[in-house]
């Protein structure tokens, strides 16, 4: 960031009074420009025990497959997020479930929230953010071929709850910077 958003002018990075982490602060007017985590919210879409994935036409991870998932909007529900995106990238109306996961993904300053959904008809497409998109078995789904860590881990939560009948909430951190270089 270097110009203040309120007023125009110059912003210096520095610690405010009465904090303890460094933030833009606008030189002119004083207002301080707090950077927080975006939230990611998406679902694991089933109907008739198979799992609706799409493959993405965008960056990044172009050509790699996710379930639905996007940056929540203003005015919105974690809920309807999840929904909408389902609408938006897979011509898909699901009825949300139950919350399934929560990944801090701190690298990336996002937090992403996974619902369980249900997908009442095999009616989807494909949307303007989507390559392609498939209902799949469980045996199907292309694990080397997965966007992002965070996908990764709900789909194995979502189908390790589902072999064991249950809807536990699953928390998990993933953080890039921590991985020694290979």
């Known amino acids: 960031m270097k110009f203040c958003d309120e007023c125009g002018a110059p912003v210096r990075l520095r610690v ?3 904090d303890h982490l460094p933030r833009y602060v606008c030189e002119a007017c004083g207002t301080i420009h707090y950077q927080n985590p975006r939230l990611v919210v998406g679902c694991v879409p089933e109907h008739d025990g198979r799992i609706l994935l799409c493959r993405r036409a965008i960056e990044p991870r172009r050509g790699y497959w996710t379930v639905p998932a996007g940056f929540m909007e203003n005015d919105e529900t974690l809920q309807q997020a999840a929904a909408r995106e389902s609408r938006e990238e ?3 109306e699901v009825t949300i479930g139950s919350l399934l996961c929560v990944v801090h993904v701190l690298h990336a300053h996002q937090v992403h929230v996974f619902f369980r959904a249900t ?9 303007a953010e989507s390559l392609e998109v498939r209902l799949v078995e469980p045996g199907e789904i292309p694990w080397d071929e997965i966007a992002f860590p965070s ?22 951190t ?4 921590l991985r020694s270089p290979s």
């Open 16 to 18: 405010p009074p009465g």
């Open 90 to 92: 897979a011509l898909a």
């Open 119 to 127: 997908l009442a008809a095999a009616r989807y497409g494909v949307g």
């Open 151 to 172: 996908t990764d881990f709900t789909l194995r939560r979502y189908l390790e709850d589902r072999a064991g009948g249950g809807e536990p909430h699953h928390f998990t």
């Open 174 to 177: 993933i953080d890039r910077r």
